[in-house]
């Protein structure tokens, strides 16, 4: 009953019964493949989202006793493709990607596969057989629906009680994709859906706070200084400036000789650090807006230790980005599924690496602004010099939510292989168009001979290098044209 009041929130247009049938016809088909004895492999993306969702998938899978396997990659393209087709398996399921290949899935492995994901596609390839997108029920793939809630809805088809638990996990998804613009940055939708199910359960609880990293187990200016979105200039990733702020202010950092958390402080003594941010926003119109996003719902998980940052929904998929872009997507699905101890210290290792190569890309844009070159709403980095391939995303993704850049579009490229260029682009909180990123990226990477997708707020593509140019023509074109 809740699952279906969720479902008819907002504008009345999701069809939640609709996907929850086609999620059983396809979980049917699996349990069927699995009595014959066939092999399924779970092919995911490395971000939170798509460690999330396969994760719930292969653990819906593996509890109805399939022989499953899962595997993330960086990229699905027709190479990527004929070795996946080259393992044998007898069935792929593909989260998280997949949506712009449905031909080239097709061609390569029959109808021997299912798509579960939440990036637009052409109105054509909706009707697409092996297709479960969120789109064709209605659900805004860019914020109302993830691939870890799709994923979930597959596994709530495969067994409705015994995996409501996995509902905590799909929030993780949902969360690391940014998909909370809800009021008070809530997640809606079918995101929504599985946030009462965890709630039911006990697994979840929900509060509104500050929305720092850390805001139970950090003191206050590291939780500051470690937080990236929104990014505050002169404070993410600076914890010596996040603690002089606040001591010139006057603010009481520690009790007894402990330093004090988020968590501890009254709402008056909140309200004095938002003081103190707004001090280093910068006044180009937007400060409001940032300030706005750093209040919001929490998502808290009761059954995990509170000295981790699993215990928090957006923390838990920073971790998982962490690991994906840090070529450790081993360590992220090992803690999805559970592993609390080796996996987790050596996943809190690697975040701190991963923090120190975002801070290190930031300053150096700081410093070489011929790195950087805007064209009308659009802002391009230039990072193949000292970007990586795999940090394309979170580097767009804290440029579109830092004041600076929060009215563009922004678009990181890097070097991906010896002949390609890999693209991420970001539409920033206070974008003033209206422009469809994931047709964008998709149209203008098929324009050269590429690849591309995403949804409407973030999306990406890979081209051949020598195409960078005429790549970056049909995106400024296609955005001029709105």
């Not at 479902?7 to 019964?17: E, I, K, L, S, V």
């Not at 844009?365 to 009308?376: F, N």
């Amino acid at each position: 009953m809740v699952a279906d009041q969720a479902a008819t929130t907002a504008t009345g247009r999701h069809d939640y019964g609709a996907l929850m049938a086609r999620a059983k016809e396809e979980a049917e088909r699996l349990v069927d493949l699995s009595n014959r004895g066939a092999r399924v492999l779970v092919v995911t993306h490395i971000d939170a989202d798509g460690l999330s969702s396969g994760s719930v998938a292969f653990s819906a899978l593996a509890r109805k006793n399939l022989a499953v396997s899962v595997r993330a990659i960086p990229d699905l393209d027709p190479r990527a493709i004929e070795k996946l087709k080259a393992d044998k398996f007898e069935f792929y399921l593909f989260t998280d990607l997949g949506s712009g290949l449905l031909g080239e899935l097709s061609a390569a492995l029959g109808d021997k596969f299912l798509v579960v994901d939440h990036h637009q596609v052409p109105e054509a390839d909706l009707a697409h057989a092996r297709l479960f997108n969120a789109w064709n029920y209605g659900y805004d793939g860019g914020e109302e629906a993830c691939s870890s809630s799709m994923a979930y809805s597959f596994a709530k088809a495969l067994d409705a009680k015994g995996n409501q638990d996995l509902s905590a996990l799909s929030l993780v998804g949902a969360s690391g994709d940014r998909q909370d613009k809800g009021d008070a940055r809530s997640l809606g939708g079918l995101n929504k859906v599985a946030v009462e199910d965890a709630v039911t359960q006990g697994l979840v609880t929900t509060t509104k706070d500050l929305l720092f990293y850390g805001r139970e187990t950090r003191p206050v200016h590291e939780a500051i200084a470690m937080s990236y979105s929104p990014f505050i200039a002169g404070l993410s990733g600076a914890k010596d400036a996040a603690l002089a702020a606040l001591s010139n202010s006057g603010f009481k950092l520690k009790e007894g000789g402990r330093w004090r958390t988020l968590s501890e402080l009254s709402n008056e003594e909140k309200q004095k650090v938002i003081e103190v941010i707004s001090g280093f926003i910068a006044s180009a119109g937007h400060g409001a807006d940032l300030l706005k996003d750093l209040v919001g719902t929490i998502y808290t998980f009761e059954f995990e230790d509170p000295l981790t940052p699993l215990r928090d929904a957006r923390e838990f998929g920073s971790l998982l980005n962490a690991c994906g872009r840090m070529d450790r997507t081993d360590l992220g699905i090992s803690i999805c599924l559970g592993d609390r101890e080796d996996a987790l210290r050596q996943a809190l290792a690697l975040m701190s690496e991963y923090r120190g190569k975002l801070n290190k890309a930031i300053q150096k844009l700081q410093l070489e602004t011929d790195k950087v070159s805007t064209t009308g709403n659009v802002m391009m980095v230039m990072g193949e010099e000292f970007i990586e391939e795999r940090m394309t995303g979170s580097v767009s993704s804290l440029l579109a939510s830092s004041d600076r850049f929060r009215d563009k579009l922004v678009l990181v490229r890097a070097k991906s292989g010896d002949s390609d260029l890999k693209f991420s682009s970001r539409i920033g909180d206070s974008y003033p168009g209206k422009v469809n990123l994931g047709e964008v990226m998709r149209e203008a990477a098929q324009s050269v001979g590429g690849v591309g997708g995403g949804h409407s707020m973030a999306a990406g593509a890979k081209i051949p290098f020598s195409k960078r140019d005429d790549f970056t023509k049909a995106v400024l074109e296609k955005v001029a044209a709105g």
